[in-house]
T-cell receptor, first 112, second 112 residues
Framework: DVKVTQSSRYLVKRTGEKVFLECVQD?????MFWYRQDPGLGLRLIYF???????EKGDIPEGYSVSREKKERFSLILESASTNQTSMYLC???????????FGDGTRLSIL | GEDVEQSLFLSVREGDSSVINCTYT??????LYWYKQEPGAGLQLLTY?????DMKQDQRLTVLLNKKETHRSLRSADTQTGDSAIYFC????????????FGTGTKLQVIP
C-alpha cells in the first residue's frame, strides 16, 4: 500500500513564527501536493511538484512556500504564520498524470 | 476553471442505500475520483472512474453516470454506521498535467 506520512498530526504555533510541515511518501511518486482543508470550502491546492526541485503554484499560494530537494519529501513552509492559516493541511502524492492521489493523515495546525 | 459541486449533508438509516451526487462543470473532465474522510483523518481513495464508463461497481459501492454527462453519483448499498464520514468527489481533465478539483464534500450521517 502507498504510504504518505506527515510529520505531525497536531501543531500549535504563534503568529509570526516560521512553520515547517513535512511530508514523505514511500512509493517513488513523481507528483506531490499540498492542500488545505477548511469547513465548507473543501480542499484547496496550495502548491504541487511534479519532479525534484520543481514546484508550481496552486490556487492559494500566498503566504506559503515549498521545497522538494528529494523525490520522496515535500515540505510546506509558512514564512510568517498568521491566524488565518489555522487549518487542516493535507499532503498527497501520485504516480502519474491520470492516476489518483494518495493522502496522508493530515496536520491540524493552529496559529495563536 | 472547473467547478465541482456536492450537497453538504446527507442522512440515511442503517441498511438503506445512500446516493451522493457530484456535478462538475467541465464536460471534458475525464477522470472522477471518490474519497472518504473519517473524523481527524486524511482522505482514503474509494474508487475512480473514467468518463467513458457509465458505471463502475466495487463491492458495496457503485458509481453511476446520470443522463446528463457531467453528473455522477456514488451509491452505497446496505449503508452501515461505519460509513458515516465526509465523501469527496474530485474531477480532472485528461491530456497533459491538469490539476484535480475537489468538491466541498458531503457529510454522510448513518442513523442506527
Amino acid at each position: 500500500d502507498v504510504k504518505v506520512t506527515q510529520s505531525s498530526r497536531y501543531l500549535v504555533k504563534r503568529t509570526g513564527e516560521k512553520v515547517f510541515l513535512e511530508c514523505v511518501q514511500d512509493m517513488d511518486h513523481e507528483n506531490m501536493f499540498w492542500y488545505r482543508q477548511d469547513p465548507g470550502l473543501g480542499l484547496r491546492l496550495i502548491y504541487f511538484s511534479y519532479d525534484v526541485k520543481m514546484k508550481e503554484k496552486g490556487d492559494i499560494p500566498e503566504g506559503y512556500s515549498v521545497s522538494r530537494e528529494k523525490k520522496e519529501r515535500f515540505s510546506l513552509i509558512l514564512e510568517s504564520a498568521s491566524t488565518n492559516q489555522t487549518s487542516m493541511y493535507l499532503c498527497a502524492s501520485g504516480p502519474g498524470l491520470n492516476q489518483p492521489q494518495h493522502f496522508g493523515d493530515g496536520t491540524r495546525l493552529s496559529i495563536l | 476553471g472547473e467547478d465541482v459541486e456536492q450537497s453538504l449533508f446527507l442522512s440515511v438509516r442503517e441498511g438503506d442505500s445512500s446516493v451522493i451526487n457530484c456535478t462538475y462543470t467541465d464536460s471534458s473532465s475525464t477522470y472522477l475520483y471518490w474519497y472518504k474522510q473519517e473524523p481527524g483523518a486524511g482522505l482514503q481513495l474509494l474508487t475512480y472512474i473514467f468518463s467513458n464508463m457509465d458505471m463502475k461497481q466495487d463491492q458495496r459501492l457503485t458509481v453511476l453516470l446520470n443522463k446528463k454527462e457531467t453528473h455522477r453519483s456514488l451509491r452505497s448499498a446496505d449503508t452501515q454506521t461505519g460509513d458515516s464520514a465526509i465523501y469527496f468527489c474530485a474531477a480532472r481533465p485528461g491530456g497533459g498535467y491538469q490539476k484535480v478539483t475537489f468538491g466541498t464534500g458531503t457529510k454522510l450521517q448513518v442513523i442506527p
